[in-house]
């Protein structure tokens, strides 16, 4: 049986058709499951910071990489909020807390975060002190949270 020229044209025509579709894929959906140590609250290993610093040091930047991987595995979003202690000035502290989230922000992209997966990035200074406890009695005042946005 001879098959004729417009008939095997066509049908290459099909295929290729196909192929190209089925290469456009739709979006990946969310996961349909997230551990609860992440759900509404957030990253329990933060980046903490020297105080006055808005440097990261080698236990905030293991728990980087530790967040950057829950991020892309889980497909959450997230906002960055940069706190500080209240030992100087609102304005001071304001403004160190902004340049601790901006650095939370760049390590997270450093590390593969897609820049949509992050919602916000604010710092609101000493605004939220931990526990009750006189803010310049304990370092956990001078953090950056890292939290989920939604899932």
């Known amino acids: 049986m001879k098959i004729k020229t417009p008939v095997v044209m066509c049908l290459i025509a099909v295929f290729l058709a196909s192929c190209a579709s089925s290469r456009t894929r739709p979006p990946s959906p969310k996961p349909s499951f997230v551990p609860a140590s992440l759900h509404k609250r957030g990253f329990d290993d933060r980046p903490y910071f020297k105080r006055g610093s808005s440097d990261l040091d080698a236990t905030a ?50 590390l593969g975060v897609p820049e949509d997966r992050i919602v916000s990035v604010s710092g609101i200074g000493s605004s939220q002190k931990r526990l009750g406890v006189e803010p310049c009695s304990i370092p956990s005042n001078d953090r950056v949270d890292i939290d989920v946005a939604d899932l």
């Open 61 to 110: 930047h293991a728990a980087m990489a530790e967040a950057a991987t829950l991020i892309l595995r889980y497909m959450i979003r997230v906002k960055i909020v940069g706190h500080t202690d209240n030992c100087d000035n609102e304005a001071t502290n304001l403004a160190l807390s902004q340049r601790r989230a901006r650095v939370v922000k760049q390590e997270l992209l450093s």
